[in-house]
């Protein structure tokens, strides 16, 4: 029973903070649901998504957790998946099957019904956290289900009222988790680490698996891994083979470049951009059927999309912190700064990069939403995304150590950025161009070059580290 | 297991370097390194001669790799100072970083990249860079240069490691456990490799292992390192030459080791009395085993044996 308990607790024990948030918003939506016929029927949809939401993110949680558990090594823990099922069946029994007894108990309406779609909502979280494919299955619905709303309603009262639906829900229910456990459960051959420092991301919420957490892809993220992986081959071959023939500082510069980021070269940011582009494209004609956007939000998005590449790039030159001291021992500098400043002079070229990826996403979104405004966009974005992108690099060079510190701070530059971005818009707009434009890049610009000029300093002034990182 | 108090005297003895005339490569005094509160390296002095190979013990956690990384400038010192080359360790001096071949105890760096690629970028930056000797190695080691590094097993990332770390051909070749992951036949392989070069005149080596076999094979002096302090560096032969060990058994037992001179650790096991001494005399202790009514064994004992008794 220990071990069970172990199971158990682990949900608590990654993400305390989290979990009993999650308990509290379900308690707090059990007790409003319980509380119905005294409070009448207003409350019950805010009730009904705080209990199933609660959940939703339970269960994900749930499923993060076995994918960080479910690790070769894990199962020659004597009877792991006997205690795995003990665990996961007590886990039915409070989160399923307690809510719909006391249901029963109090005499709600459509209880058998009510007890079968939580116990869909647990498989779906679970599945969510564990799954990326099972996840696009389960948007793909919702998809569908948007593309034809009317069809929809239609299929959902016919199945109200159907004596099959409950038994195809829990069909449902069981094949998702039977999908989701067949691939947590089965023993895989570990992928091939990627530097924690190469960007195949495409989106802004990607995180890079940490704990030393096994890297799980599917067969599509294989092969944009290894298109990736391609250019930044040729792009060191041939980075290599120009300072052979004629070394030289730059090029020099450029070798570390291609070493430190090795997504980041011409051909891979080319494919990076089409790849968000029909990602994003398909999003908002398929997903969101080309619903009215407002522009600027839009824009400020963009601006959100170019800088999540910096909190990565922080993360990842900690990781590289061990892994570095061959490239110092390589390079041989004079001194240390000359060393920083190396390193300083590779990162410099993620600034021109971001704001090539501002213009783009921002041509993007003018396009889909076909922005009235759309020079306005552009030359705000490209006016606000050099110094944003100046300063994310700053604090990203210099900033907290800690994992909270650095969060705090992204959230602090992104907000700030959009905001920025606003107001430069709206400057824009005010002034006009030749002015608006003028007030806001000396306004911009100068803040992001102090910044950056000091944090520059900083990094200098400080010995390279090459320890491994504590958290 | 009793300790004698002679044991810090005579360690401290032992701590002398041994005699030299080369310039060291390697001078560190009082060097100080904390990680948090925990001392790790406590006032370190330390010389290492040209053209030597050092076998460097202690055992987990003594602060070996801390030592050696400190040496190299990847660990800031809290105290003290370091020289390489007698230049002090302050900044890194640009092409004396050259002349330092290093293998790190896990090699995991830049996975995406092949074995070639990765040889080629690190060569691309030497001034002396032995290709033949790289290409050499990743065919007798069996490295496949279009193998992604990421997908290298321990034990190949090490090989790797190694042909970096040896194929500028460095002055100074730090490495530390560099065989901990290798079978027996690329241990032995590098072993040779690492003979070799020590055959080109003014080459050091810094040898952080557990597998005291191969220190025998190279014939390293032995640097001890415990208690965050050197407490001594001695050649093999000598440490072979002068340390016995002397066991007396005797049926009734010991209530507690008898005190010989130049006695460095006495353990009771049983009726065994056993004696790690250096320079005995042989005399005395038969008079002393004829005196407890004891049957005296003197054994020379072997580098492992020597690093169990003292590290």
């Known amino acids: ?471 | 297991m009793p300790v004698l108090d002679q044991e810090s005297t005579l360690a401290t003895d032992l701590a002398r370097p041994p005699s030299t005339d080369t310039a060291p490569v390697v001078r560190v005094r009082a060097l100080r390194k904390s990680f948090k509160k925990r001392e790790v390296l406590c006032g370190i002095d330390w010389d290492v001669p040209a053209g030597r190979v050092i076998g460097l013990l202690g055992r987990n956690g003594a602060g070996k790799t801390t030592l050696l990384r400190c040496l190299l400038g990847l660990s800031p010192i809290d105290g003290g100072n370091v020289e390489l080359f007698g230049e002090p360790m302050t900044e890194p001096g640009g092409e004396r970083m050259h002349r330092i071949g290093f293998v790190p105890q896990t090699f995991d760096l830049f996975p995406w990249m092949k074995v070639r690629a990765y040889l080629d970028f690190t060569a691309a930056f030497y001034a002396n860079w032995n290709h033949a000797l790289t290409d050499r190695l990743l065919a007798d080691w069996q490295l496949d240069p279009k193998q992604k590094i990421g997908e290298l097993s321990q034990g190949q990332r090490q090989k790797l490691a190694i042909v970096r770390a040896i194929a500028p051909e460095p002055d100074l070749l730090v490495l530390d456990e560099p065989v901990a992951s290798l079978d027996p036949q690329a241990r032995r392989a590098f072993m040779g490799e690492l003979l070799e070069l020590m055959r080109q005149p003014g080459k050091t080596v810094i040898f952080s292992t557990h597998i005291t076999a191969d220190l025998e094979r190279a014939e390293a002096d032995i640097t001890l390192l415990r208690d965050g302090a050197i407490q001594f560096t001695r050649p093999l032969a000598e440490l072979r030459q002068r340390m016995r060990r002397v066991v007396l058994s005797r049926p009734g037992g010991w209530t507690e080791a008898p005190v010989v001179a130049g006695l460095l650790k006495a353990t009771v096991k049983g009726g065994e009395a056993q004696l790690l001494v250096e320079d005995p005399s042989v005399e005395s202790l038969h008079a002393l085993a004829e005196r407890e009514g004891a049957e005296l064994r003197i054994e020379t004992p072997t580098l492992e044996d020597l690093f169990v008794e003292l590290a």
């Open chain 1, 1 to 471: 029973m220990k071990a069970v308990w172990q199971l158990w607790l682990q949900p608590c024990r990654q993400t305390t903070l989290i979990a009993v948030l999650v308990q509290l918003m379900w308690l707090g939506g059990a007790v409003a649901l319980g509380l119905m016929p005294a409070m009448g029927n207003a409350a019950a949809s805010g009730a009904a998504i705080l209990f199933g939401g609660g959940t939703w993110l339970w269960f994900m949680m749930i499923g993060q957790c076995l994918r960080g558990l479910c690790r070769p090594e894990s199962f020659l823990l004597p009877d792991f998946r006997r205690h795995l099922a003990w665990g996961g069946a007590l886990e039915l029994a409070q989160w399923v099957l307690l809510p719909t007894l006391a249901a029963a108990v109090l005499g709600a309406p459509h209880v058998w019904l009510a007890g079968t779609l939580i116990l869909l909502l647990a498989a779906i979280g679970l599945a969510s956290g564990t799954e990326r494919y099972i996840n696009l299955m389960i948007w793909g619905v919702f998809v569908l289900a948007g593309w034809k709303p009317g069809l929809a309603s239609q299929i959902a009262r016919a199945a109200a009222a159907s004596p099959l639906t409950i038994p195809l829900l829990l069909l449902v229910a069981v094949l998702l988790v039977r999908l989701t456990l067949r691939s947590m459960l089965r023993i895989e051959d570990r992928e091939a680490d990627v530097s924690p420092l190469s960007n195949t991301q495409l989106g802004r919420s990607r995180m890079r698996p940490v704990d030393g957490r096994p890297a799980r892809r599917g067969k599509l993220t294989k092969v944009i891994t290894a298109w990736f992986d391609g250019t930044s081959q040729r792009a060191m071959e041939s980075a290599l083979a120009r300072y052979r023939q004629r070394p030289s500082w730059r090029l020099r510069a450029v070798l570390v470049r291609r070493l430190l980021l090795p997504h980041d070269n011409p051909q891979a940011i080319a494919l990076r951009l089409l790849l968000v582009a029909v990602i994003v494209s398909f999003y908002v004609i398929a997903v969101m059927h080309r619903q009215r956007f407002n522009a600027e939000i839009v824009g400020a998005y963009a601006i959100l999309l170019c800088l999540s590449r910096f909190p990565q790039l922080g993360r990842g030159m900690r990781r590289m912190q061990p892994n570095l001291a061959d490239l110092y021992l390589t390079l041989a500098p004079q001194t240390r700064a000359d060393y920083q400043k190396t390193l300083i002079d590779a990162l410099l070229i993620l600034v021109p990069i971001s704001v090539l990826s501002a213009l783009a996403y921002t041509a993007l979104g003018v396009v889909l939403v076909h922005a009235t405004e759309p020079a306005r966009m552009l030359v705000d974005a490209a006016i606000v995304a050099a110094p944003a992108s100046l300063v994310a690099l700053a604090v990203h060079l210099i900033g907290p150590e800690g994992t909270l510190g650095r969060s705090l701070v992204d959230i602090v530059v992104t907000l700030g950025a959009m905001a920025v971005y606003w107001g430069g818009y709206w400057l824009l707009g005010a002034l006009g161009f030749a002015l608006g434009g003028l007030v806001l890049v000396i306004v911009t610009m100068s803040f992001g070059l102090t910044v950056w000029v000091a944090a520059q300093r900083e990094y200098q002034r400080r010995p390279p580290c090459f320890d491994a990182p504590l958290t």
